[in-house]
Every structure is written in structure tokens, then in C-alpha cells.
């Protein structure tokens, strides 16, 4: 993604190129960051009274006139305006409105201590929305087993490989549709992560054996992406939105609830089985799951807290 030659505003085209080829973000992360600056200058201009509209029609405000002179007097106050904006007219969610508080941190950080494009960072002050952790989903052991089952059935080695890989790996669906034939080597799968970070993930034999079963029918002739590992029907790297829509597929020919889980939600099966059932320690899992904080893995120790369970067996008024 291109943003010197993008059509993007001025005052934060700058930001979007420092975010992906300095810091490494990906390129979903930067379009999410343009995104959310895109509505907030929209908002910017309607709050400072500078268009003649209606608050339902911020969307078509333009601003690509707008300049750093513009930027320089946006107080904090003005931040607190936009996020109430976002809270009560368009109904962001506490998380959501949380990614639009980290955007905007980056920005005027940016804008302030690198750049020095303005005088002040009016988001230093910035407080994020408390978020509610809740517990994340994932499928048990016998439904994963009736998920696999209903994709052996439809004698496709491809998708067979595709969801065995997501409830062992644990991978993220950007994950697996950059995977090349070269990552495969032997008994790991390099796969490169978010911020473009590349980390190894071991391989059981009946992985091994899916990808060797899928590689045997896998096509050869008019293959317009020879690297990838995985292909569309047309012979094309197999695409996110394929991959959601196949997995959706199988989870209601399995007889599970499609609206309760995902792609994502199979990352989710495939931590907690390793937590659960492997013993995995929490190290081991953030290296495997690619997460940079080792609170973000924390949530899977509240699935099945071994040392809590005991100790609410063993209390003496327990056993009354």
C-alpha cells in the first residue's frame, strides 16, 4: 500500500507512510489508521463549525484542503468531543473506541516529537475507554473433531489442510494466506505476523500429513502465484475473504452455530486446546500466537485455571 501516490489528506498522508515503513505495521493496520482519521478530521471540520451540514452527513465533509495550521489548534477538549461523537451518534463499541484512542496518540505523538509539525500533543492526556475482557470463544474438543470430519468428507485436501492448520497452529487468517511453499520446511511453517514479524511454528505429523496430502493435488499448470502455498480455484494465493467464507461453510455443515464462531474463533480453539490439554505454559503460547504482550495470552489461563480449581476443591468447607 502506496500512500505517497494515495489520494490522503496531507495532514496525516505523512503519518500512514512513518507507520508502515518505519514502525512496520501492517498494511490492514495502516488502512484501519486512515480510516479513523479520515472520519476524525471529517468530524474536526464539522465541530469547528467550518461546513454548513448536519451531523448525519459527516461522512461526505472533504478535507483535503485542510493543512497542519488546521492540526495546531485541535485541544484535547476537541478529542473528548469526537470520541463522545463516536460514543453517541455512531455507537462504537468501548473497544472500538479504544483502537480510535491509540490511532490518535500515534498521530499526535507523531505529529508533535517526530515531525514537529505542532506545538503541543493534545492526546498525551488522552485516557482510553475501559474495556470489558471477556472470555473468548472456542469450539471443544468433540466439535473440533465433528468440524474436521465434515471437511474430510467434501474431499478437499486444500480446506482439510487449511482448517487442520488454523486448530493446531492457532494462526491468523492474514497468516495463512501469505504462507509460501518455501515456509514449509520439514517439521516447522515460518509465517510472518503482524508489524511484518516472522516467528516458527512446529508441526505435529498430522499436519505434516495434510500438507503432504494437499501438495499431492495441489495444481501445477496456470498457476498465476507459484509461491503460494495455498491457491483459489482460479489458480490464484487463496484469498482472506475465501478462507472466512469457507470456514463459515463447514462450521454449518458441522451443525454449529455460524454466528458464534469464525476464523478467528478457531485461533481461539487451537490456544486453549494447547493451554488445556497440551500444557502449554504461557510463554510457549505468546511465541506461538505471535501476541507482543503476554497479557493479551493471559485471557486463556481464565478458561480452565488449574491452581484455582484446586484450591476450591481442597477448602475444607467444600467437603460440609
Not at 497468516?175 to 515460518?190: A, H, K, M, Y
Not at 505429523?205 to 498465476?224: F, L, S
Amino acid at each position: 500500500m502506496d500512500f505517497r501516490t494515495a489520494d490522503e489528506p496531507i495532514v496525516y498522508r505523512e503519518f500512514l507512510i512513518y507507520m508502515q515503513t518505519i514502525k512496520g505495521k501492517s498494511p490492514n493496520t495502516v488502512k484501519e489508521y486512515s480510516l479513523d482519521l479520515k472520519i476524525f478530521f471529517k468530524f474536526m471540520k464539522y465541530h469547528f463549525g467550518l461546513v454548513d451540514c448536519s451531523i448525519d452527513q459527516i461522512d461526505d465533509i472533504p478535507i483535503n484542503e485542510l493543512d497542519y495550521s488546521f492540526v495546531n489548534q485541535i485541544k484535547l477538549t476537541d478529542l473528548f468531543e469526537y470520541l463522545s461523537f463516536m460514543s453517541d451518534v455512531r455507537k462504537n463499541k468501548p473497544s472500538t473506541r479504544a483502537r480510535k484512542v491509540a490511532c490518535l496518540r500515534s498521530y499526535f505523538k507523531y505529529m508533535n516529537s517526530k515531525a514537529h509539525y505542532i506545538d503541543d500533543n493534545p492526546a498525551k492526556d488522552l485516557d482510553s475507554p475501559k474495556t470489558k475482557q471477556s472470555m473468548p470463544r472456542y469450539l471443544e474438543l468433540d466439535e473440533c473433531k465433528a468440524l474436521l470430519e465434515t471437511v474430510r468428507k467434501s474431499n478437499s485436501e486444500r480446506d482439510y489442510a487449511i482448517i487442520f492448520l488454523f486448530l493446531n497452529c492457532g494462526m491468523r487468517v492474514s497468516e495463512l494466506v501469505g504462507i509460501n511453499i518455501s515456509d514449509v520446511r520439514e517439521d516447522t511453517l515460518v509465517v510472518t505476523g503482524k508489524g511484518n514479524k516472522e516467528r516458527i511454528i512446529y508441526l505435529n505429523n498430522a499436519c505434516i500429513n495434510a500438507i503432504k496430502a494437499y501438495m499431492k493435488v495441489r495444481p501445477v499448470d496456470g498457476v498465476k502465484d507459484r509461491n503460494a502455498l495455498f491457491l483459489s480455484k482460479q489458480n490464484k494465493r487463496i484469498s482472506v475473504k475465501t478462507v472466512q467464507w469457507l470456514v463459515k461453510k463447514y462450521i454449518k455443515e458441522a451443525n454449529l452455530d455460524e454466528s458464534k464462531f469464525s476464523v478467528h474463533k478457531l485461533r481461539h480453539t487451537a490456544a486453549t486446546i494447547m493451554y488445556k490439554y497440551g500444557e502449554t505454559d504461557l510463554r510457549t503460547l505468546q511465541e506461538i500466537l505471535g501476541h507482543e504482550q503476554l497479557a493479551t495470552t493471559q485471557i486463556y489461563t481464565h478458561i480452565d485455571d488449574k491452581e484455582r480449581r484446586k484450591a476450591a476443591d481442597n477448602n475444607p468447607l467444600g467437603k460440609i
